[in-house]
């Protein structure tokens, strides 16, 4: 009931030789971009709770995060001279977000009760999805609000299904 996958980043020599940890800790850090001059790494991480996009300064170790989206950033890349990074997200759709469906079982007199739904191995009570579409935004590397370079109803960087609220979820009451 408590399994997570977590995932922290490592750097290596070509040789095999020093391998050692750039991250540490119960997070999930993944996607990780070399800056075009080497002296940054860009890199997807929920070290605050929930993913964002974080640079870390290579000759000093220092880390910050840069991005403060309502949701997930993806395709994560570094613009030639390094000042910029793209990536996408989800746009959510107009309209209400619902459960999928809700299941009385015959044999109990009480509540209704959330069906199970298996998604990539996770089993999820009283899933939401999320609908709308993925677009591509641009962000200063060094931070402040993003811009949201296309738009339409229809995926622009990705999958056209947004992915599943757990109850508790923001989005799951709107």
């Not at 040789?15 to 540490?24: A, E, V």
Request: glycine share 10%; charged share 20%.
């Amino acid at each position: 009931m408590t399994d997570k996958r977590y995932s922290n980043l490592w750097i290596i020599n070509s040789d095999g030789t020093d391998h050692r940890p750039l991250t540490t800790g119960n997070r999930s850090d993944s996607s990780p971009r070399w800056s075009p001059d080497g002296m940054r790494l860009a890199y997807l991480s929920d070290a605050d709770g929930k993913q964002q996009i974080y640079i870390r300064w290579m000759d000093t170790g220092q880390t910050a995060r840069i991005t403060n989206l309502e949701q997930a950033p993806d395709s994560i890349a570094w613009s030639p001279d390094g000042k910029m990074l793209s990536f996408s997200s989800l746009v959510l759709g107009k309209g209400r977000t619902s459960p999928i469906c809700r299941l009385r079982l015959p044999e109990q007199n009480g509540p209704i009760l959330p069906p199970l739904t298996i998604a990539w191995f996770i089993v999820l009570t009283d899933p939401v999805i999320l609908t709308g579409y993925m677009q591509l935004f641009v962000v200063d590397s060094e931070g402040g609000a993003p811009r949201q370079v296309t738009n339409g109803n229809f995926p622009n960087g990705g999958n056209e299904f947004g992915p599943i609220a757990l109850p508790g979820h923001p989005m799951a009451s709107t």
